[in-house]
């Protein structure tokens, strides 16, 4: 018997965006990879079928980031994020994608305790939602895992600097790498997972010459939040920068200002139900 997750499984024919869009080839992670020092790589976060709808087109990665702790969940921090969590938001980002290839972040606990607990967990995120990649936070120390992982099969996309799963060691999300000894401690973290097999790796929150260095000495690309322009692509969460949170931290830039018109819309509709002026006779059946 099956033991296909079937609320899982993929379903062309309804998900996509209406009119379905010409089938395309997805990126894939060599192609990514090969983009090194070249055009610029666009990543967006998408945790929901209809968000990766409207971002698709535009970007190259989507990353179903753990972001979601905070922006889905209303969570403190990410440490919380369970694989359920990260399996069924993939699944709906892949289901409402075709163009972008889709990295997964790996949560708090999934991967850090041996080569084989995050093979088994990084299995079951492909298996489960059909994405392209794993992404996994750390240095030196994950190195040997990330080498496990892609001599089985794996693409793994790493992240350094910033690394909000270690939120309790760093006591918050600071920048990091001030000090010329931690600097230099990101730099070889980055050089470390780079030469295990990473095909890309997000450089979060450091000093700009950090990011740049990391850029120059590794072979695959970076992808830079809160790091340099001269990364070789860039993310951000979506809600910051569609303006969903008041909150606006110095790395986003806002591109939209998506908070205020859910509210309006929100406040016309109740105003119209209290007025009776909705439905009006166009919303109405009639025998
Ligand atoms: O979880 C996430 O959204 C991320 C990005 C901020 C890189 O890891």
Redesign the pocket.
């Known amino acids: 018997m099956s033991t296909l997750p079937k609320t899982l499984t993929l379903d062309t024919s309804t998900s996509r965006a209406n009119p379905t869009p010409q089938p395309m080839k997805r990126l894939t992670v060599p192609r990514i990879r090969q983009r090194k020092g070249g055009e610029p790589l666009v990543m967006l ?1 998408a945790y929901t079928v209809r968000q990766a709808q409207l971002l698709d087109p535009h970007c190259d990665m989507l ?1 179903v ?3 979601l702790a905070q922006v889905i969940y209303g969570l403190p921090h ?1 440490v919380a994020v369970t694989m359920e969590m990260m399996a069924l938001h993939g699944a709906a980002v892949v289901r409402g994608s075709y163009h972008a290839a889709v990295v997964v ?1 790996m949560p708090f606990g999934s991967y850090e305790a041996s080569p084989e607990q995050a093979f088994n967990n990084a299995a079951r995120l492909l298996k489960e939602t059909g994405a392209a990649a794993v ?1 996994l936070e750390g240095g030196r120390v994950i190195a040997p895992t990330i080498e496990f992982l892609t001599h089985r099969g794996i693409p793994v996309m790493g ?1 350094v600097g910033l690394t909000p799963q270690a939120v309790n060691i760093l006591g918050g999300y600071g920048v990091r790498g001030k000090s010329d000894e931690e600097a230099r401690t990101i730099v070889d973290d980055a050089i470390a997972i780079s030469e295990a097999g990473a095909f890309a790796v ?1 450089i ?1 929150g450091v000093l700009e010459s950090i990011a740049i260095e990391i850029t120059r000495k590794i072979s695959c690309p970076t992808i830079g ?1 809160g790091a340099s322009a001269q990364c070789d692509g860039q ?1 951000l ?1 979506s809600d910051d920068m569609l303006g969903m949170f008041d909150r606006v931290p110095k790395f986003v830039k806002r591109y939209g200002d998506l908070a205020t018109q859910y509210s309006a819309a929100a406040k016309q509709y109740a105003d119209d139900v209290r007025d009776r002026s909705f439905p009006t006779q166009d919303q109405i059946y009639k025998g």
């Open positions: 976060t990353l980031g753990d972001s990410t972040d992404k992240h997000v979060e939040i993310v969460v």
